[in-house]
């Protein structure tokens, strides 16, 4: 819409240009003409007189009617110029509004995600928090389950060493028993 404006407006004023440029030459060739009366006056030429305020007559009627043109264009183009400022302040004002849309959604939305983080963030490091906790309790009974263990392998290895002794003691007695019984049977 506002590059028709100002098509528009550029069109009128090449017209109002020309228009101006036609009455100057008109003004010129009255002035031509006037001078050319004066002398046929002066010459006392008066049929030449009267041709040439004729054609002064036509000529101004003319520029007159260029002049009208002109104003009319002007106040055309004025007409436009003022539409023209109204569709870029009603677009100014659209933009506003749309822009003033925008920043409350994206504030809205940052508020939201920034809300939305926390409580993620809090969430995450309340989990942390148990898993750290946890973490410790593992260790602490690994260490106590590690004690426990090492408590019950000694306790084994001592018990082992004593059946161990007295499987040696039995060995070494069914090895004596043996060698009586070969003893005997010779």
């Known amino acids: 819409m506002v590059q028709d404006i100002l098509k528009k407006q550029i069109e009128k004023w090449g017209q109002i240009q020309s228009a101006r440029e036609e009455e100057q030459k008109l003004k010129q060739n009255i002035t031509e003409l006037e001078a050319k009366l004066q002398e046929a006056t002066r010459n006392e030429d008066y049929d030449l007189a009267a041709e040439l305020q004729g054609e002064i007559d036509k000529l101004t009627t003319k520029m007159i009617n260029h002049e009208n043109q002109r104003f009319k264009l002007e106040e055309h183009t004025k007409t436009v110029r003022a539409e023209f400022i109204e569709e870029i302040k009603d677009d100014n004002h659209e933009l506003i509004e749309i822009e003033s849309k925008l920043s409350t959604e994206k504030n809205i939305f940052d508020k939201t995600e920034s809300e939305k983080i926390s409580d993620e963030k809090a969430t995450l490091l309340s989990k942390k928090a148990r898993i750290e906790e946890n973490e410790k ?50």
């Not at 001592?158 to 028993?177: F, Q, R």
Request: charged share 40%; hydrophobic share 30%.
């Open 137 to 186: 309790g593992l260790v602490v009974n690994i260490q106590t389950n590690q004690e426990k263990l090492d408590e019950v392998l000694n306790k084994c290895d001592e018990k082992a060493k004593e059946h161990i002794a007295k499987k040696n003691k039995l060995d070494e007695a069914i090895y004596k028993v043996d060698e009586q019984i070969t003893e005997l049977e010779r």
